[in-house]
């Protein structure tokens, strides 16, 4: 079996007395689509902060692409080819989508109207080919998902670490994205998924991650891990249940 | 090109009434104008395109102004040799208070603090200091000749300082294009986004820290040829630092017209109140202060954006139309 592409090690990140992320290991194998799931506060976005280079990791490796990559500044880590995405979107407001999918596709791409053709091409792949002239601010919430997307993507990105992409949409919306997400993983790029919506994890993803309270509780398939008895106990109960049933039959 | 368009109609109607107007008022005016434009250009290549707001410029201005008056004095270089000595002094200074700031990374009102600290430090250097002339200043002998960058008529410096907003002009409409300029945009509007997209964001705030310093000592540089006389309040003092920054802010930040504009509006609000009040000290200050707040109020865009707003709602309009 190849290398994989990304090997978490032992990371553990800790905010005074409270260990965020304690004692993470995990390793994602080239061109799969992965999902890391768990209660809120488990951790999630901090370990994903840590990986990219957000947060310095106070113990642990991450190794990328066969390179030691701790506490590497995010700019650096994006140009060896991983970038993040933001759970509260963030756009440059002020420009256009056209121009913000551009500071993306500038990480290789020095002239600005090659920059800007480029931004094109990606848009279309995220669907936001009809908007690319209209400014950032303007666009409604699914949109801002996809032009997070669509700048990571423009990065020319080999390893993406989306946080809740699908967040704050509703069914339809969400029913319109999977599609996108499973075409940019058809496409080669190895893709790491934050989700709380579990329709999306059970139709994406082929392997999961369960974190709560920063610790590692499961991980396989999406199947196995909704009927670990650890992971509905961390998701307190019933209540998940109940949600899981709801999430699989819209 | 659009922008190389309107640059070169600019060029061509300012340089047209510096060389045919032969009313001292007039070409006055515009010197004041476009010496205060090339100011708030400079402050809207850092603030306006950067999002870092200095309240200090003045330190870059009075580094070029000290570096143009003493390379003169004391070195006895020709003073147009020194223009570009007293900008790269500038720039140096811009590189050394970005490097400081940007790498502790301080931001907002902390880099306008810290810009504002270094310029009063900067003032009280140049009053004890032998070789600035401390509070008596230093004054260039006078020697008109265009070769010794001193005219006879404001036409001369009317015409240096066209060249020099030019320039500004050209650089603003380069980041406009460019992937430094999108950068350099992308760090001003969210500095994490930019940062997972492979931006270093303090490379980046420090390259427009160090061309902002360097058009800003280039003003100093001017300021010092003009008037043949430079003091530490003039140099280091408040009253230039708020000077770049409001025909910046009153234009419209991040413009490539704004800081013209604004300027423009703020030397006539200043001809203007000096008619109406006479020789009240400090009355311009006090007006300027009642526009920013105006400015800020209603218009957060300045006047570019008013244009901008207008042009959009004529598109939408159009664009009905159609639909």
């Known amino acids: 079996m190849a290398e994989p592409l990304l090997q978490v090690q032992g990371l553990s990140v800790a905010f005074g007395g409270l260990r965020a992320v304690d004692d993470v290991s995990l390793s994602v ?10 209660p809120n506060g488990a951790g999630k976005t901090t370990l994903f902060a840590s990986i990219s280079g957000f947060l310095k990791p106070d113990a642990g490796r991450v190794v990328f692409d066969g390179h030691d990559i701790t506490g590497q500044a995010p700019h650096l880590n994006a140009r060896a080819g991983m970038t993040r995405t933001f759970q509260i979107v963030q756009p440059f407001a002020a420009q256009t989508v056209r121009e913000n999918i551009a500071v993306g596709a500038h990480l290789h791409i020095a002239g600005r109207k090659a920059a800007l053709a480029e931004a094109e ?40 670490l989306l946080d809740e992409v699908l967040a704050g949409l509703n069914p339809q919306e969400i029913a ?23 329709q999306a994890v059970m139709n994406l993803a082929a392997h999961v991650w369960v974190l709560a309270q920063g610790r590692l509780i499961a991980q396989g398939s999406p199947a196995q891990v909704t009927r670990d008895r650890k992971v509905i106990e961390a998701y307190l109960g019933h209540g998940t249940a109940a949600r899981l049933r709801n999430a699989v039959s819209p | 090109m659009k922008d190389m368009g309107t640059i070169a109609v600019f060029v061509i109607v300012v340089a047209a009434v510096a060389l045919l107007s032969s009313s001292g008022v007039t070409l006055n005016f515009l010197m004041m104008a476009l010496y205060a434009m090339l100011m708030a250009q400079a402050w809207n290549l850092l603030g306006g395109f950067g999002g870092q707001f200095s309240f200090g410029h003045a330190l870059f201005f009075g580094s070029g102004a ?3 008056a003493i390379a003169q004095l004391n070195g006895g270089i020709n003073p147009w040799l020194a223009l570009p000595l007293a900008v790269g002094a500038a720039a140096v200074v811009g590189a050394a208070i970005g490097a400081l700031a940007f790498r502790y990374g301080l931001k907002g009102s902390y880099f306008a603090l810290i810009t504002l600290a270094f310029a009063e430090v900067f003032r009280i250097l140049a009053l ?24 006879d008529s404001p036409r001369g410096y009317v015409l240096l ?83 770049a920054l409001l025909g910046a802010i009153v234009g419209g930040m991040g413009t490539l017209w704004g800081p013209v504009l604004g300027a423009l509006a703020l030397q006539a609000l200043s001809e203007l109140t000096r008619n109406l009040f006479g020789a009240l000290p400090g009355i311009n200050m006090v007006i300027y202060g009642a526009v920013l707040v105006l400015i800020v109020m209603f218009m957060p865009r300045g006047i570019a954006g008013l244009g901008l707003s207008v042009r959009t709602a004529w598109k939408r309009r159009g664009g009905n139309d159609h639909g």
């Open chain 1, 29 to 38: 194998p080239r061109a799969s689509l992965t999902a890391l799931i768990g």
């Open chain 1, 121 to 160: 091409q990606v848009a279309r792949r995220v669907g936001l080919a009809g908007q690319l002239d209209r400014p950032a601010a303007e666009l409604t919430v699914a949109g801002r998902k996809r032009l997070e997307l669509a700048r990571a993507l423009a990065t020319r990105a080999r390893l993406l």
């Open chain 1, 176 to 198: 319109d994205m999977i599609p996108v997400v499973r075409g940019i993983a058809a496409g080669g790029i190895t893709v790491v998924m934050i989700e709380h919506v579990m």
């Open chain 2, 66 to 68: 000290y570096v143009q």
């Open chain 2, 128 to 151: 004890s200091a032998p070789f600035t002339g401390g509070g008596v200043g230093l004054m260039l002998p006078l020697r008109r000749a265009a070769s010794n960058l001193q005219f």
């Open chain 2, 161 to 243: 300082a066209l060249a020099l907003v030019t320039l500004g002009l050209l650089v603003t409409a380069w980041l406009r294009r460019s992937r430094f300029g999108a950068r350099l945009q992308a760090v001003r509007d969210n500095e994490d986004a930019a940062q997972a997209l492979g931006i270093d964001p303090f490379r980046i705030k420090l390259v427009a820290c160090v061309l902002s310093g360097a058009f800003m000592g280039a003003a100093g540089a001017f300021y010092v040829q003009v008037f043949q006389y430079i003091d530490p309040g003039i140099a280091f003092g408040p009253t230039t630092s708020i000077e």
